[in-house]
């Protein structure tokens, strides 16, 4: 078999809570730790004013109930757990076509930082000091997205630039700037590889992560053929800080941060599912401070990967085929 680095999610949960998972036995113990603490923090206000203080197990929150886009949509002054003037980042999505209200997601500086701290070490899976990065997202703002991870490559001592959006300008900005590495959107690198093969040329960076949706089985090994290695896939969403599950270099699935999130797969009914099984990813947010969720169903199909993975991470695999129900 061969041996891999261990998961830099690893790293991180280390970094973050000053210890080291070595079984998943510490890691659960740990998780159920955060999540009473968790439920302590959020009893009796809001949303959740109804939900018990303290579960004696994981297992338990199966019996909890389920928070939904429509929460958030509806009741979001129910969902905040800080004051307005704590909170550094208000993502608005867009406008509900049946309510003619916007879904708002607040931040706290610790939570942008959290999630700057999982970049900056999840991307040293592919990009080293002294590199230049290509970025396939919009400018975002500041503390948006794209700004993030500009400050995680800072942090790594690796310089980038935002990407034009048309392909063919992109490629005229890869051609002057020569980029070693990218990170982008699955849409923006599918346009790019049409760009590079229409002008029978080859991309500068030889290394990518894929981020942003649903990147397939065939763009990954299109991608692999264009640069000469294997992309790594990133999961996340706003309402779980943007920052979710990162692949390793076995490249068999993409490792949760367990330490600040805690995965469900539920069926149809909302009944929980076994490892292997797919069905609905469902989220319970453990380290937020701004807008903590519990069992956020996601509208995205997922499943555990069963098997560890061949790094050894303590940290569950989360399939990369993840589809928008």
């Known amino acids: 078999m061969v041996a891999f680095p261990k998961s830099k999610v690893d790293e991180y949960a280390s970094a973050c809570e000053g210890c080291t998972f070595e079984t998943r036995a510490d890691l659960e113990e740990?998780?159920?730790?955060?999540?009473?603490e968790l439920l302590e923090r959020i009893g009796g206000r809001g949303l959740y004013a109804e939900y018990p203080t303290h579960l004696s197990s994981l297992a338990d929150i199966a019996n909890l109930p389920f928070t939904t886009e429509r929460d958030i949509i509806d009741r979001p002054s129910q969902l905040g757990m800080v004051s307005q003037s704590q909170c550094v980042r208000v993502i608005s999505?867009?406008?509900?076509?049946?309510?003619?209200?916007?879904?708002?997601?607040?931040?706290?500086q610790a939570d942008r930082d959290r999630t700057t701290r999982f970049f900056e070490i999840g991307l040293q899976e592919l990009i080293e000091p002294g590199d230049f990065v290509?970025?396939?997202?919009?400018?975002?703002?500041?503390?948006?997205?794209t700004d993030l991870i500009e400050e995680a490559c800072r942090r790594i001592g690796a310089m980038c630039y935002v990407a034009e959006d048309e392909a063919r300008y992109a490629i005229d900005q890869m051609s002057m700037l020569s980029?070693?590495?990218?990170?982008?959107?699955?849409?923006?690198?599918?346009?790019?590889?049409?760009?590079?093969?229409?002008r029978d040329t080859v991309p500068t960076f030889t290394r990518a992560l894929i981020s942003g949706d649903s990147c397939s089985a065939?763009?990954?090994?299109a991608v692999a053929a264009a640069i000469g290695s294997y992309p790594f896939l990133h999961y996340g969403s706003r309402e779980i800080g943007l920052a979710?599950?990162?692949?390793?270099?076995?490249?068999?699935?993409?490792?949760?941060?367990?330490?600040?999130?805690?995965?469900?797969?539920?069926?149809?009914?909302?009944?929980?599912?076994?490892?292997?099984?797919?069905?609905?990813?469902?989220?319970?947010?453990?380290?937020?401070?701004?807008m903590p969720f519990v069992r956020y169903r996601t509208q995205d199909r997922?499943?555990?990967?069963?098997?560890?993975?061949?790094?050894?991470?303590?940290?569950?695999?989360?399939?990369?085929?993840?589809?928008r129900m």
Not at 30 to 36: A, E, I, M, S, T
Not at 262 to 269: F, K, Q
Not at 302 to 323: A, F, T
Request: hydrophobic share 35%; charged share 25%.
């Open 244 to 290: 979710g599950a990162v692949s390793c270099s076995s490249h068999k699935g993409m490792h949760i941060r367990e330490n600040d999130l805690l995965v469900e797969i539920v069926d149809g009914n909302g009944n929980p599912l076994p490892d292997g099984e797919w069905g609905e990813i469902v989220i319970t947010t453990l380290a937020q401070e701004a």
């Open 302 to 323: 997922g499943r555990i990967i069963p098997q560890p993975c061949e790094c050894s991470s303590v940290m569950r695999l989360l399939d990369d085929k993840i589809e």
């Open 93 to 108: 999505d867009e406008t509900s076509a049946t309510t003619g209200k916007p879904k708002r997601i607040y931040y706290t």
């Open 134 to 145: 290509m970025l396939g997202f919009p400018e975002s703002g500041e503390l948006g997205l």
């Open 218 to 221: 065939e763009l990954c090994e």
């Open 30 to 36: 740990f998780q159920l730790k955060r999540l009473n």
């Open 179 to 198: 980029p070693n590495a990218y990170i982008g959107h699955p849409f923006h690198m599918t346009a790019l590889l049409d760009e590079l093969a229409a």
